[in-house]
């Protein structure tokens, strides 16, 4: 059992940034692929991007890409999602995920992941 807990979340203007963190507890985090998605109301929960167990290797969905950087912190079980520039689009409840991925396209896929965050907010005024 791995569990999450996100933070950073907040209320920014658009073009501004913002910086979540992802801390992780348990069963050996640091074994498993992490990942953020979003929900804003009313839609379907979305992949925003993914790094691998190394740290290594990447993923981004197009609308983020170039504007968000992932990255993780193995020594601390930690995973960050820089974002810059953001837009009132970028406007939702952003979890983060673990899992057990050893195919690229799975990193993109909500059902690949087996455990989540509870959550954190996210509003972009325009």
């Known amino acids: 059992q791995v569990q999450l807990v996100e ?6 203007q658009a073009g501004g940034s913002l910086r979540l963190s992802c801390a992780a507890s348990g ?4 074994s498993y692929a992490m990942g953020w998605f979003r929900q804003a109301p009313g839609k379907e929960r979305e992949f925003v991007a993914a790094v691998s167990r190394n740290g290594l290797s990447t993923y981004y969905a197009d ?6 950087t992932i990255s993780r912190d193995n020594a601390k079980n930690t995973v960050y999602l820089q974002m810059n520039s953001l837009k ?22 909500r059902t690949s992941y087996n455990y989540w965050g509870q959550g954190t907010q996210v509003t972009v005024s325009s």
């Open 63 to 68: 609308s983020v890409k170039g504007r968000f």
């Open 27 to 30: 069963r050996t985090p640091v």
């Open 7 to 12: 933070s950073g979340g907040g209320l920014v």
């Open 88 to 109: 009132p689009d970028d406007t939702a409840v952003y979890y983060c995920a673990a899992g057990t991925i050893y195919s690229n396209d799975n990193y993109y896929r």
